[in-house]
Each structure stands twice: as C-alpha cells, then as structure tokens.
C-alpha cells in the first residue's frame, strides 16, 4: 500500500513541527494543570492576654489574619466564652495575599480566671485569657433636691440631676417616681461604667394651687431625689402693689447721703414690666432700676438723697409699669466741721415703781454736726442699768436709741446721772419705790423746795426732808400741815408748831 502523501513527507514533518512548538509556548500561560487552589493562613498574634478587668467593665484587643493561599479566605469567627465577644461583625472574607483586623472585647460577669479559644474561619484557633476582678459600684447624686418655685397653673417647668458612677464596677439602676404633678422626662434606666455619668430630667406641671412635693427613688445604691414646687393660679392681668408711699430720709448734712428702699411685687398674673425713674437734683435711684416681674415675684429699689444745699426737698418717685408713684423727702443741713451731739432729752422719770418691778425709758442721741460722734451711754447706780447696746458712732445727721431700765431693790426715791458720753450732756434718771405696805396714802399737792425747806426748818427741826409727788406716813408719825408733803422723821418736843 503506497504511503498517503498528506501524512508523509517534508511537508508532514515541518508542519508537526511547527504544532509542537505552538503547544510549548502556550504551556507558561496555562500553569500547573495539575495543581489545585488553595488556602494558607496566619493568625498573628497566636494568644490575646486581656489581663485583670473588673466585673462589669470591658477591654478590647484586636489580631491580623493574613491569607497566604491561591483563593480568597472565606469564613467566622467563633468563640466558646460567655465573656468574649467580637466587636462588630463576626463575617471574615480576606482576598488572596490580604490582611484582615479584627477586634475581641473582655467582659467578665463573676470574678476569676478565662482561658477559651476563638476558632477564625479555617485558619485554626486563637488562644484568649483574661481574669476577672472583683469590684465596687458607687453612686454619686447632684443636686439630691430640686426647687421649682412657683409655676402658674396650667404651665411647666423643667430641672435635672445628674448620677455618677464613682466606683470600680459597673453602675445599673432605674428612677421611678409616683407623684401626680412631677414626672420623669425620658427614660428612668442607667448603666454606667466607672466614671461615667447620666442626667435626668425632672417636669413639675401643677394642676392645683399650694406647696407640692415628691421623691424620686433613684434605685440601688444612689441617693433619692426630693423636689418641690408651688402651683399658683394665673390671673389675667398683673397688678402692681408698692411697699410704701413715701420715703422719709429726715435731715442729712450736705455732701453726706442717706438710702431708703422699697419693693416692687406683681400680684397678679402675666408679667409686670416697668422702669423706676426720677428727675430731682437732690435725689437718684441707685442701681438696676428696669424690672420684670412674673406673678408673685418682687424687685427691691434703692433710692438716694444727697442734699446740694440746706432746706427740705421732695421729690416724686415713678414706679412705672402702672404702679401708683412714691413721694421722697428730705432736709438738707449745713455740715459742721466738728460733730455735734444732741440728746433728745435731759432727764428720765420713771415715777413710782413697786420693788420687784421695772420700768424702762428711752433717749435718743444724735450727731447734728458733720464727722463722727461717738461715745459710750454708762452709769454707777445700782437699781438703774443701760439696756442692750450702749456704744455709738454717728456720722452726721444718724441717730441712736438708748434703753434705760430702773428695777428698785428698796423703797425710797433715787436718782442716777446717765452719762451719754461723745462730749454729750448727761441725762438725770429720778424715780421712787414706795413701801411694801403704806396704812395710808395720801395725794397732796407739791410746793417749792424753798417752802418746804422753810416748812422744815420751822417745824421738825433737823428730820431730813424728802419730796414726794404721793406721801405715806408710817406709823408713829404724823403729817405736818405746813410742809403738807413732808413726813416728821420724829415726833417734836411740846409747843414746837407744825408737829403732832
């Protein structure tokens, strides 16, 4: 059989050739034929020590896988410990020669040692320890009460509070209240770590009028929280009531100053809005002198009078925001160089005072100069005392008030020098006690000394003589006519007239 010319031949052979050589050239491209796809992993690092943490607390740590294989790493992440959770998604899809991070958190629930391990996809497992420690919550309340103060009815007002976690564990609790007009605004639930805090807020919304309060139990271990509030019925329109209608400053040396105040209080509902004003030379408002005022509120006003010149001055004060207007008076005085003082008396009569009793006066010091007066009210005597404060200092134009109390030990009249001190005159206190038991009292009708001297003289001889606006004879002695108020301290010899 002869041999087919297409299979044989140069031609054959250069054309196996050629098919030879393409199929070498392809080999490169294809790869190993032969060899399969596959996965080569690292876990670095090999073991996560969370160290100690407390209960309730948490401590994150975070490792790398890298996939070292032919095929994209496509898995989970496992783990066999209550107290060992990812952070975030627990998916794991890593390319070819990529690198992935991921994040374990430590939260230990009961004190004591963790080992587990995390399996991570097909890569193997990675070794976790950890120990939990023991630890104290501790609370912290601020404010542990809330003021609200008035809130028309029909409105509300809001405060907060504020819980912290100042202790070492965690921190879980609830607030709760039961009262009608105050309620809790938000959620009452907290869970806080160490140092971390949490504010709630408290709405009083009174449905009646008076005083209202409530407790709000912050739970566990935290303080409660006392609130109060007033309900007040709104009324339509605000009124205006003024402390006073006048302002008295009474007399201030030139270039001294004397102040008064008085209140401004809205009564009504709404808000009482107004400004305080004057235009007199001698008088200004010291000062914040616009006010705005809600029902029940107040505003206080000072006003000042510096006399230019002597002579009286007036002055109308106008409250604003139609309130009635004030009127402010005052008396200028010259200035003297040196203080004056003038006491408002020169003597003090306490009249008749039963032993056992007392009876006070009162005396007035004032400095009418310029400077300054001072001094100290005293006295020696020993049924007369200075009560309450007896040092003054006075610059001009001011005034002091001094109390003196007579308490008689013994019957008989007697008297006392007060010494006003400051260079002042003197003030004379006088008074009488009479007997424990008098058989006869007799009102008869005081003549002068002179005459009663004469009286004396021409009567009884040497008896001492004391005058009297009531007499009482004791017994064994008897009234003389001529002195008609002078008791004989003894009887007379026969014949010597005017005694019994």
Request: hydrophobic residues 35%; contains cysteine.
């Given at each position: 059989m002869a041999a087919d010319p297409l299979f044989s031949g140069p031609r054959f052979l250069r054309s196996l050739w050629l098919l030879a050589a393409s199929l070498v050239a392809l080999l490169p491209a294809c790869g190993d034929l032969d060899t399969p796809a596959f996965v080569d992993c690292a876990i670095a690092p090999d073991t996560l020590d969370f160290g100690g943490v407390t209960t309730g607390n948490s401590v994150d740590r975070t490792f790398t896988v890298t996939n070292g294989g032919s095929k994209a790493l496509e898995g989970t992440i496992g783990s066999t410990c209550s107290d060992v959770a990812v952070v975030g998604s627990s998916s794991v899809s890593i390319a070819r020669g990529a690198t992935g991070t991921f994040t374990l958190r430590f939260t230990p629930s009961t004190a004591g040692s963790r080992t587990c391990r995390v399996s991570i996809a097909d890569c193997g497992t990675l070794t976790v320890r950890g120990e939990g420690l023991a630890g104290n919550a501790e609370c912290a309340v601020s404010p542990t009460s809330l003021s609200f103060g008035t809130v028309a009815l029909g409105s509300s007002d809001e405060r907060s509070f504020t819980i912290t976690n100042t202790g070492n564990a965690r921190?879980?609790?609830?607030?709760?209240?039961?009262?009608?007009?105050?309620?809790?605004?938000?959620?009452?639930?907290?869970?806080?770590?160490?140092?971390?805090?949490?504010?709630?807020?408290?709405?009083?919304?009174?449905?009646?009028g008076g005083i209202k309060s409530c407790t709000f139990d912050t739970g566990g271990l935290c303080a409660n929280v006392g609130v109060s509030g007033t309900g007040q019925a709104p009324q339509a329109d605000p009124q205006c009531a003024v402390s006073t209608d006048s302002l008295l400053f009474g007399t201030v040396a030139v270039g001294q100053s004397a102040t008064r105040t008085f209140t401004i209080t809205n009564t009504g509902g709404g808000t009482l809005s107004g400004t305080v004003s004057e235009s007199c030379a001698s008088f200004t408002i010291v000062g914040t002198t616009t006010y705005s005022l809600g029902a029940g509120q107040s505003a206080t006003f000072t006003v000042r009078f510096s006399p230019a010149g002597e002579g009286v001055r007036t002055c109308e004060i106008d409250a604003g925001g139609g309130c009635d207007p004030l009127t402010a008076r005052g008396i200028g005085q010259a200035q003297q160089a040196d203080p004056l003082c003038v006491v408002s008396t020169d003597s003090l009569?306490?009249?008749?005072?039963?032993?056992?009793?007392?009876?006070?006066?009162?005396?007035?010091?004032?400095?009418?100069?310029?400077?300054?007066?001072?001094?100290?009210?005293?006295?020696?005597?020993?049924?007369?005392?200075i009560v309450g404060t007896a040092t003054y200092s006075l610059g001009g134009g001011q005034s002091a008030t001094f109390t003196v109390r007579f308490a008689p030990s013994s019957e008989g009249v007697q008297t006392c020098a007060i010494s006003t001190g400051g260079g002042c005159d003197p003030v004379s206190a006088r008074a009488g006690a009479p007997h424990r038991a008098l058989p006869v009292i007799r009102a008869l009708r005081v003549i002068p000394v002179g005459a009663v001297e004469g009286a004396r003289r021409s009567a009884c001889a040497p008896a001492p003589l004391r005058l009297r606006s009531t007499v009482a004879c004791p017994p064994a002695r008897t009234l003389l006519p001529e002195a008609r108020s002078v008791c004989a301290a003894r009887v007379p010899e026969p014949g010597r007239r005017g005694c019994a």
């Open positions: 921190l879980t609790g609830t607030v709760t209240e039961s009262c009608a007009e105050f309620s809790l605004v938000g959620g009452g639930d907290y869970d806080l770590a160490p140092t971390e805090a949490a504010t709630f807020g408290v709405r009083f919304a009174p449905t009646s009569l306490f009249g008749t005072v039963v032993v056992g009793q007392n009876v006070t006066r009162t005396f007035t010091i004032t400095n009418t100069g310029g400077g300054t007066s001072s001094g100290t009210v005293s006295e020696s005597c020993a049924d007369f005392s």
